[in-house]
């Protein structure tokens, strides 16, 4: 478990933003930042969001953990209270807070990623560095998967 005082170093210097409707935002617009489609973190009752551009460190904080199954992954993933990640283009890496259901076990995510843009598909790595890959379309929201839709006509 990280010292407070280590957390309070990791966050030094942030961007800070807080309530429901700012952070859904903010996060939203991370998300489109780093090349991900803005369904792949669907967290609820966001309290909390904060970036340090200087290291790439993020977090999120929604009110309680929340779990979503994805459909088009046939995936239940959990997330925690708070979500942290140090994130660059295309790589959310030494992710904390979120865990994918596997057979009969929660596996925490470290790391996802969007290896080659061109592929379409994102990347989630295991702390064993076991990883699974899904096409980028089994995240995308409504809205995303009707300009999908319209592009490819």
Same mark, same amino acid.
């Given at each position: ?14 961007? @800070? =933003?807080?309530?429901?409707? $700012?952070?859904? %935002? ?20 966001? =309290?909390?969001?904060? %970036?340090? %551009? ?8 929604? %009110? *309680? ?19 942290? *990640? ?11 807070? =979120? ?11 470290? $790391? ?5 843009? *061109?592929?379409?598909? @994102? ?23 009707? $300009?999908?839709?319209?592009? *490819?006509?």
């Amino acid at each position: 478990m990280a010292s407070k005082q280590s957390m309070e170093d990791q966050r030094a210097g942030a961007e @800070i =933003v807080y309530g429901a409707e $700012e952070c859904s %935002r903010h996060s939203l617009e991370l998300l489109e930042e780093l090349g991900f489609p803005k369904g792949v973190m669907p967290l609820k009752d966001l =309290v909390e969001c904060g %970036r340090v %551009r200087e290291t790439g460190f993020v977090w999120m904080k929604q %009110r *309680a953990p929340y779990e979503h199954f994805f459909e088009g992954t046939n995936t239940k993933v959990s997330y925690a209270t708070e979500v942290t *990640a140090y994130i660059e283009k295309f790589k959310m890496k030494k992710m904390t807070g =979120v865990k994918s259901k596997q057979l009969m076990l929660w596996v925490p995510i470290v $790391e996802m990623s969007i290896e080659d843009p *061109a592929s379409k598909k @994102i990347y989630f790595k295991t702390p064993v560095g076991i990883g699974k890959s899904y096409p980028v379309t089994a995240f995308l929201t409504e809205e995303e998967k009707q $300009e999908y839709l319209e592009k *490819a006509k």
